[in-house]
Structures are given as C-alpha cells and as structure tokens.
C-alpha cells in the first residue's frame, strides 16, 4: 500500500507556482521522498527526490519540513505543459524496495 | 525521449491468447522493472530484474511471466489472457538495484478482445 497521502485534484494559474503537498506521516529514517509525474498515458517521469534536506533541480524544488511528515513539490512558474498526474512515493533504498504508486495528485494548469 | 524503448506500442488480441511484450532498458541501465497500469487499479508493480536476475516481485500473476536476458533486454509474457488484463504496461530502467531514478518507456497498450 502507498504510504502517502496527497490531494486528488489541485488547479494552478499559468505563470504561477503550483505547490502539491504530500503527507507521509509514517515514513521512517531510512526511506527517500520521490515525486514523479505522468502527463496523460504516457510514461512516469522522475521529477526529484530527497532524504531530509530540500533539493532543487531544474524541473522543481521539494521541501520537506523538519519533522520529514510532510513535503511540497514547487513549480515555481507551472505552464500548461506541467498538466499531469503528480506522485509522492516514500521508498528505502536498496534492491527489493520497489516504487509503489498511489492515486496522486492530478494538476490542471489553466491559461 | 527516456531511452526506454518498448514494443509494440499496441496490441489487440482476444481472451485466452498468449502475448509477449519488450523493453529495451536505457543503455548500461542493468536493472528493468515492469508495471502495470489499469483505469481501477492505478499503477501495479510487477517485477523486477537485475543483471538477467529476478530481484523483486509484485502484483504479478501466475499466467504472466517475465525474463531479462543477456543483453539485458526484456520481455513480459502474458498467458490466457482475460478481459481484465487490459491496460497499458510499462518497462523502466535504471542503472543500479538500489535508490536510484527510473526511467520509463512509453508503454503498451494491450486489448484483450
């Protein structure tokens, strides 16, 4: 079962920063916060991830708060393209820990 | 463009038919993963392989099977096929076993008739 729980729908303004919270409550010390995407049918695509520190790619920015229960996955400047499917997934690293998906979070970015 | 490649891109076959579907993983990517995507059940993990090893096992059935073969491409063969077993499947890759990034493929979308 996933062990994360996000918002079924969000919507977010063209141009402005989407933020999609993921709560994960019961994560443990040793398993990374993943957020991958998956625009209509396609593919999953990886966004970021992270342990305990807040990262920043070119795709997005993750903040995770102190206590690790929660993160947001940032946007900063969301087009119409960012319209997707967004998952938080919480995994241990190592072979036999395997990606669960669950429902996600479907974000519409509107002109 | 992942660098995952998957064949066919769609299949239509009818109940009780065999079907196999192909991932080539992401050039020196060892490990290949297959999933699963139905409108009710979301995203299903079902296998993974690493290095021609099977490494980890999901939500697969008995009548599927899978194998990763020495020039680590891999395929996911699927027995008597039910209407059920329609959905879109996936391959990713990724270079290690462990807490890395995958990559997916564009999937295959199989109806079963």
């Known amino acids: 079962d996933a062990k994360t729980t996000q918002p079924p729908s969000m919507d977010c303004a063209e141009g402005r920063a989407a933020n999609l919270p993921c709560n994960h409550s019961t994560i443990s010390g040793n398993e990374y916060v993943y957020w991958y995407r998956q625009i209509h049918s396609q593919g999953p695509q990886y966004i970021i991830h992270g342990l305990k520190n807040n990262e920043t790619n070119e795709m997005a920015s993750l903040i995770i708060t102190e206590d690790r229960k929660s993160s947001t996955l940032i946007l900063p400047h969301a087009t119409l393209r960012d319209t997707a499917v967004y998952y938080c997934i919480v995994r241990v690293g190592g072979y036999g820990q395997n990606f669960v998906f669950g429902p996600g979070t479907r974000l519409s970015v509107l002109p | 463009d992942s660098g995952v490649t998957q064949t066919p891109k769609h299949l239509i076959t009818a109940t009780g038919q065999r079907v196999t579907l192909r991932c080539s993983p992401r050039s020196g990517d060892l490990s290949v993963y297959w999933y699963q995507q139905s409108l009710d059940q979301g995203l299903q993990f079902l296998i993974q392989y690493y290095n021609g090893e099977e490494r980890a096992k999901g939500n697969i059935l008995e009548r599927f099977s899978a194998q990763q073969f020495p020039d680590l491409h891999s395929e996911l063969n699927l027995s008597s096929l039910e209407l059920g077993d329609s959905a879109l499947y996936f391959c990713?890759?990724?270079?290690?076993?462990?807490?890395?990034?995958?990559?997916f493929g564009s999937g295959t979308q199989l109806s079963v008739l």
């Open positions: 990713a890759s990724s270079y290690g076993q462990g807490n890395e990034k995958l990559f």
